[in-house]
């Protein structure tokens, strides 16, 4: 991929569940990806990860997107630290392991960024042993990494500004939202708030005042679903009223006074409360495997970025300028175009020749369709594009049968784009066999859809962009000789 930013090979050490969700989103982003990991189940489990992250990433991102990078498994840590631009280590939560990594990156490379994905350990304990200590810094993201854009950037006493800068900026590259933690602590800010909701649901459950269920559901049907487009403050500030956070706090700060929770203490996580809490989860969600719950999961975030970022606002607004970041991306990745297209290849069948042995005209047209659908297609109207209510129809053709054809016959078109003008392109195919007879010619008149409400629309700005760039690379062909021809007119 040809691309201006820095980051065009990211090291991964560690495939479970985060580094395997690190992979997922760099590789969507196109980015060439080194992937140590000693299990020798970790082939299966990336491959299972990419299934639903390939899903996830089609549903969410419209328009032209860069091709998927390339994923190497290394077979040492050396091997997969040669010439990344980035190295993300997401190996158990055990400060020695993380350590013992650290020391055998920094022999195989010098000066490359690390970025640490735990979730809790201090960046000044794990640099504590390393010789450039001023490269290391934690990158904490949120399972699921291929959707989830917020990373929490965290660094030690001896992390440089340049790498907190230089992580910022590549993790944009990645469609993510960086969150400068500037005051080392443990466990972050996120995590924190995630401890203190934790701990009180452990408590609900010790004491028999709830179910997981019951929990799960004050949360998703509740306050959930405000923190998911508001957050915590501006939530409490709209709930003050026309007075605001100020009125709020003194309606509602008296009760904070008050022995409601129990933050500051843990119940005892006895085989009888961890039976209990893993019983009633199990019945809770016994209709589903994990994979099912993964994909539910991810089609629900799916839909709440989607809804977001229609509306520009929260993470949608990350979501939005990464898809802008990736068309743009897909743009400058794409070679210019050939003289003429190969639109389609096939050896004639069997069952496509008449009683005469030859190929039936309307397999002519059948030709020219596949090859107007990939015309498209290299436009970026894709399933996708079409699913969302978009695409181009054929308003008018014109065929030119020259010669014949027989069954078996190997048979290809070559495409020139005669115009495209807002909600209009037009297209010349000609039909060849290989020893370079031609065998038709046909011409088409396509307007772009709106499905939704079936009627003419302009294309969506980057695949209008990118017929433009087709379109441009034709414009000093000469104009075929059949076209604008009419019916009966000499050839």
């Not at 998927?68 to 990344?84: P, Q």
């Not at 909701?197 to 408590?203: C, I």
């Not at 008296?254 to 933050?263: E, G, N, R, S």
């Not at 069952?351 to 005469?356: A, G, I, L, M």
Request: charged residues 20%; contains cysteine; glycine residues 8%.
């Amino acid at each position: 991929m040809t691309s201006t930013n820095d980051l065009q090979r990211v090291a991964v050490i560690g495939g479970g569940v985060i580094g395997g969700g690190w992979v997922a989103r760099c590789l969507l982003n196109g980015i060439t990806v080194n992937l140590y990991d000693p299990d020798p189940n970790a082939a299966r489990k990336i491959d299972a990860i990419m299934v639903n992250a390939r899903m996830a990433f089609a549903k969410l991102v419209d328009g032209l997107v860069p091709p998927e990078g390339k994923l190497r498994f290394a077979d040492s840590i050396a091997s997969a630290v040669d010439g990344a631009d980035l190295i993300i280590e997401a190996v158990p939560e055990r400060l020695d392991i993380k350590q013992s990594v650290y020391h055998d990156i920094e022999a195989a490379a010098a000066d490359t960024l690390i970025a640490s994905s735990t979730s809790g350990i201090l960046p000044s304990d794990l640099q504590a042993h390393m010789a450039q200590p001023d490269r290391l810094l934690v990158a904490h993201p949120f399972n699921p990494v291929y959707l989830l854009p917020l990373v929490e950037l965290v660094g030690g006493a001896k992390t440089s500004h340049s790498a907190i800068d230089k992580a910022s900026q590549m993790f944009r590259q990645l469609g993510m939202h960086p969150l400068h933690v500037r005051t080392e602590i443990p466990a972050f800010i996120a995590d924190r708030f995630l401890e203190a909701v934790w701990r009180e649901a452990l408590w609900l459950v010790n004491d028999g005042v709830a179910t997981t269920a019951e929990i799960d559901d004050a949360i998703r049907y509740g306050f959930g679903l405000r923190w998911a487009q508001m957050g915590l403050f501006e939530t409490y500030r709209v709930a003050g009223g026309e007075a605001g956070m100020a009125h709020f706090i003194a309606q509602f700060g008296p009760c904070l006074q008050w022995p409601w929770t129990k933050l500051t203490d843990v119940p005892d996580l006895t085989d009888e409360l961890v039976n209990r809490i893993a019983d009633q989860s199990d019945a809770q969600s016994a209709a589903y495997s994990i994979r099912q719950l993964e994909q539910i999961r991810d089609d629900n975030l799916v839909a709440i970025l989607r809804q977001l970022e229609q509306r520009n606002w929260g993470a949608g607004q990350t979501v939005r300028s990464w898809q802008e970041q990736l068309n743009a991306s897909a743009i400058r990745s794409m070679p210019d175009p050939t003289p003429l297209i190969r639109s389609y290849e096939t050896t004639v069948p069997q069952d496509w020749v008449d009683y005469n042995g030859h190929m039936t005209e309307h397999r002519y047209l059948e030709c020219f369709s596949h090859a107007t659908d990939e015309i498209m297609r290299q436009a970026g109207v894709d399933d996708a594009y079409i699913a969302a209510g978009g695409s181009f129809f054929t308003v008018e053709t014109h065929i030119c049968h020259i010669d014949e054809v027989m069954a078996g016959a190997p048979i290809y078109v070559d495409t020139q784009i005669l115009a495209v003008a807002g909600k209009k392109m037009r297209l010349f195919h000609r039909l060849y066999d290989t020893s370079g007879t031609l065998l038709a010619t046909g011409e088409h008149m396509l307007l772009h859809v709106d499905m939704t409400q079936r009627r003419a629309s302009q294309p969506k700005a980057l695949v209008a962009a990118k017929l433009a760039k087709m379109a441009a690379g034709h414009a000093t062909l000469a104009m075929p000789d059949a076209a604008g021809r009419a019916v009966g007119m000499t050839r």
